[in-house]
């Protein structure tokens, strides 16, 4: 009877310390797509970024770089809210610089927007050279992100570990490099879409300035080597 009270007691004893044992961090590197699952209402931009290959690249990245990444997660309605087509306006390509937009190379935890320098460099293309251009002004709290087409409000904190920042956006930021020239159609293509290999050669002039310059411009980070190297697979 003692025994198998003990018993009971001692299985009692271990459901409640199991039961309050927090489940371990998965082991390995950070997952941008199981933080966004985890905070929810991010389908649409989780898609994007698993379409572009740009969740890999970021889990990539956050396991080889120390230097880690802040991201602006904007949520379904800020999806439904575009206009409509938006997203279908945009080549491959395009849907790749849209999603990197959304990511900076530093890990820039709130209290840091207050002193960042403007345009802040983001993996869609170097600022310093006039591409993508990304302000963020502060009030208070208040943190805006103004794209030169529409400005964007920091709602929350979704994720921080000192390596990766995840915010929540109110607006899916709108780069001025493709959305800038009010309905301006592109530039006809020398050929029809159609004729043109669905594998661009990597050496296609439109293919790799951005990364190449950015390169260029600084000290190579190994970041930045990647995007690069990545960048040329796509
Ligand atoms: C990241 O998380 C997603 C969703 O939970 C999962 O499908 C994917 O396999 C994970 N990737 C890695 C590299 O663990
Ligand atoms: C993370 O990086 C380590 C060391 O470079 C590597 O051995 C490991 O396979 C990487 N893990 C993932 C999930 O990429
Ligand atoms: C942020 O944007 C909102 C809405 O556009 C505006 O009302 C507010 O004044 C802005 N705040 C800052 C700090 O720029
Ligand atoms: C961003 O900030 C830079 C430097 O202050 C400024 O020159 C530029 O006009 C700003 N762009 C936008 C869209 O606010």
Redesign the pocket.
């Known amino acids: 009877m003692r025994k198998q009270l003990f018993s009971a007691f001692f299985f009692l004893f271990c459901s409640i310390s199991s039961a309050q044992t927090p489940t371990p961090a998965p082991s390995g590197p950070t997952n941008i797509t199981a933080v966004l699952e985890k905070a929810g209402q991010f389908t649409t931009f989780i898609k994007l970024m698993k379409a572009t290959q740009e969740a890999d690249q970021i889990n990539t990245q956050l396991n080889n770089s120390n230097q880690g990444l802040t991201v602006f997660a904007p949520p379904d309605n800020a999806f439904t809210n575009l206009k409509a087509g938006t997203l279908n306006s945009l080549t491959d390509q395009e849907k790749v610089q849209l999603v990197q937009f959304h990511i900076l190379p530093t890990f820039i935890p709130m209290s840091q927007f207050q002193t960042v320098s403007n345009p802040l460099r983001t993996q869609a293309g170097n600022s310093a050279n006039g591409e993508f251009p990304l302000n963020v ?4 709290n ?3 992100v ?1 794209t030169g087409v529409n ?3 920091v709602a929350n904190t979704i994720y921080t570990d000192g390596q990766l920042a995840v915010y929540q956006v109110d607006q899916v930021l709108l780069p001025l490099d493709l959305f800038g020239a009010p309905a301006a159609p592109a530039p006809a293509p020398s050929k029809p879409e159609k004729v043109i290999p669905a594998k661009a050669p990597a050496t296609t002039s439109d293919d790799t300035p951005a990364d190449a310059s950015a390169a260029t411009a600084t000290a190579v980070s190994f970041g930045v080597a990647l995007i690069a190297a990545m960048s040329i697979k796509l």
């Not at 002004?137 to 208070?140: H, R």
């Open positions: 002004t502060t009030s208070g208040q943190v805006n103004t400005t964007a409000s």
